[in-house]
Nanobody, 121 residues
């Protein structure tokens, strides 16, 4: 069983910056991708950023140019650096870790507990 732990979050003013970190722990972890999602006010989880084992890094259009996702594969960790934050970036952010299914594709996924980000003056 794998555990996903998120660190970071809180309140920041519009235009400010914040980093969120995610670490996966467990036995014999082979990670396919580490993603960040934001839960909206209607409880939908929208994928904000993804980084997979093939080197693909992609972002939701709303955060392109402002957010950067980086992975430390040796530490099974990923950091989401958020800059020029806007009120609409507010929400609960969740890390999702997808395991490699053994064929270089995404297998089972695990969620972190979520962390609140509030962008407000």
């Amino acid at each position: 069983q794998m555990q996903v732990q998120e660190v970071g979050g809180g309140q920041v003013q519009p235009g400010g910056s914040m980093s969120l970190s995610c670490t996966a722990s467990g036995s014999n972890i082979d990670i396919y991708a580490m993603d960040w999602y934001r839960q909206t006010s209607t409880n939908q989880r929208v994928r904000i950023a993804t980084a997979n084992m093939h080197g693909l890094v992609d972002y939701h259009d709303s955060v392109k140019g402002r957010f950067t996702l980086s992975r430390d594969t040796a530490k099974n960790a990923a950091t989401l650096r958020m800059t020029n934050l806007k009120p609409e970036d507010s929400g609960v952010y969740y890390c999702n870790v997808g395991l490699n299914d053994g064929r270089g594709s995404r297998g089972r996924s695990f969620w972190g507990q979520g962390t609140q980000v509030t962008v407000s003056s």
